[in-house]
């Protein structure tokens, strides 16, 4: 990764000037106001200092976060306040920062005479990767990941990045690791069946409910339920109530056979949500009743979605993934993010599948717990922003 700074006198100069060294690929990393100082300030204009980087390999770092020109033209001499990247790193800068200190202070009075300048700053280089490691791995991030995200964005080793700049770059790659979110879309040839498959007790049939619920009061979508969980106690019930509230259809099946007359009945419908029985991993005949009821669709569009929970262990959920990917290629939810603090496991799970990943839900209410995945929201989270 290449990181440059760029100063001019607005923001979208300073912006423009990135763009024209680096390229269209470049993404704004940081962006930082200099007010000048001293007795004759007022003479002197204030200085933007926009930090960019691009990938050495000229990869597309985002899409989303690429430089457009057209919008640089519109807001071309238009006063900006900082971005909200800048505004969501201060904390975590302040935050390392702290701690460096603090160590180093504590280092120093311990050792005569004191370090070299070189010497210093190679010591904070080293402590400042440390630390930032320290944190991924504390919030349950793989420490091959961990290791490997650093080792990204640092490995030209040049030891005169400022850490906001590292800080910024190990941020961008979680975003950009986490990918587009890929959610359910009512276009096309109807209806789309939708599958939520996972094992017991992590909310596919809340969840279920969540998403009928957003698409028939946001987008007034035609919409059947279809229930294959006749397994576990009170779940026919459950869902019914649901369909009930929402005013929408719904069928319980026992055998698979019975799934495609059902969607028939619903053909005229836009959505039409399938909710299986929970099965543990470690059935693999029980996991094989999933892929069988999955696979017995095959004339209308579908997509399948693979529900977790982030309070599941990290080795229990790759068997998990291990085996409930084998049904088909799935999507990734993950369910109950409001009962853990350590969101590690979304992005070692999109890292060792490099399955899409979609929505999180954070409680039980419905519809409102539901949201989709925000990348930016993990990023900090995983570098102890919101601690």
Known sequence: MIIKKFE????????????????????VMNIKTT????????????????????????????S??????????????????????????????????????SNQEKEEKKKEPKKASKEKKEDFWDKSLQLIYEQL????????YAKQMIYEVTKKGDKDIQLDNILSAVYQRIVLNLGEMETIQIQGKKPKIVFFIG?????????LAKIASKHKLENNAKIAMITADTYRIAAVEQLKIYANILSVPVEVIYEVNELKDTIEKFSQYDLILVDTAGRSHKNLEQCQDVKDLVSSVSEYEKEVYLVLSATTKYKDM???????????????????????????NVLNMKLKTD?????????????????????????????????
Not at 35 to 47: D, I
């Open 8 to 27: 001019a006198e607005t923001e979208t100069q300073a912006i423009l000037k990135a763009r024209e060294e680096l390229g269209e690929k470049a993404i």
């Open 35 to 62: 007010k000048p100082k001293g007795l004759f300030s007022f003479l002197r204009k204030t200085v933007v200092e926009v930090t960019a980087a691009i990938d050495e390999n000229g990869q597309n770092m985002s």
């Open 64 to 101: 989303t976060a690429t430089i457009d020109l057209e919008q640089l033209k519109v807001a071309l001499n238009e006063d900006k306040a900082p971005s909200a990247i800048e505004e969501k790193l201060n904390s975590l800068t302040q935050l390392i920062s702290t701690q460096i200190s």
């Open 137 to 144: 791995v504390r919030n349950e991030v793989e420490p091959v």
């Open 199 to 207: 094992p017991t007790g992590v909310g596919k049939t809340t969840t």
């Open 318 to 344: 790759q068997k998990i993934v291990d085996t409930y990917s084998d049904i088909s290629d799935c999507r990734l939810i993950f369910t109950k993010l409001d009962e853990t603090s350590a969101y590690g």
């Open 355 to 387: 399955l899409s990943l979609s929505y999180t839900t954070y409680g039980q209410d419905v519809p409102d717990d539901i949201s989709i995945m925000d990348p930016q929201m993990i990023a900090k989270q995983l570098l102890g922003g919101n601690e």
